[in-house]
């Protein structure tokens, strides 16, 4: 039917188009009918099927805009909440931090004291045992000027007892002399 009233509406060119048209009409006229009735219900399933697919692809678009949504509202959830997770890790590890640090510097403060002390502590004995060495050197010292004065005066002694040895050995040879002398001597001797 479309395609006749196609054929109807379009303006005739002269007498032999009209012709070769009617001419058409009586030849197909009939199949020409069948089709444009087959070819209006192909296109209204045609239409129908369009609006049904309209519609399907409509509903999906919606609901793939639905689920988008909601996947990207949870991955945002996730994202703040993993965000969130990380700023408490990183205040947590933050505070550990500061925390080993303050006690680390604690530590090293007493170190350093427990350093100081022993170095103190070092000073004081090396002090004392070294005024310990000059005193026991000193008595040493003492001790062996006291040896050696003691050693000088034996010596001292000994030629003391020596010159008095001789001496006496001169004052018995002496008397002795005097003692041979009276008796067989006839000069002075002394």
């Known amino acids: 039917m479309a395609a006749q009233a196609a054929l109807a509406s379009q303006p005739n060119g002269g007498g032999e188009s009209s012709g ?4 058409r009409e ?14 209006s219900i192909l296109e209204e399933r045609f ?19 639905s689920t988008m949504k909601k996947q990207l509202e949870s991955v945002a ?38 350093l100081a002390r022993n170095e103190r502590d070092f000073t004081d004995r090396l002090g004392h045992e070294i005024q310990g060495l000059r005193e026991e050197m000193r008595r040493r010292q003492d ?8 050693m000088f005066a034996e010596l001292s ?9 001789a001496g006496l ?9 005097q003692d041979v002398s009276p008796k067989g001597a006839t000069g002075d001797r002394g």
């Open 20 to 23: 070769v048209d009617k001419m």
């Open 26 to 39: 009586l030849l197909f006229g009939n199949q020409m009918q069948d089709y444009d009735k087959r070819f």
């Open 47 to 65: 239409q129908l099927r369009l609006r049904d697919l309209e519609a399907e692809s409509s509903r999906s678009l919606a609901s793939l805009e």
């Open 77 to 114: 959830g996730q994202f703040r909440e993993e965000k969130d997770l990380r700023s408490d890790a990183d205040k947590e590890l933050e505070r550990s931090l500061r925390d080993h640090t303050q006690a680390l510097e604690k530590r090293l403060a007493q170190v350093s004291d427990q």
């Open 143 to 150: 001790d062996s000027r006291a040896t050696i004065e003691r």
């Open 157 to 165: 002694n000994v030629k003391t007892d020596r010159n008095l040895l």
């Open 169 to 177: 050995f001169v004052e018995i040879a002496k008397c002795l002399n």
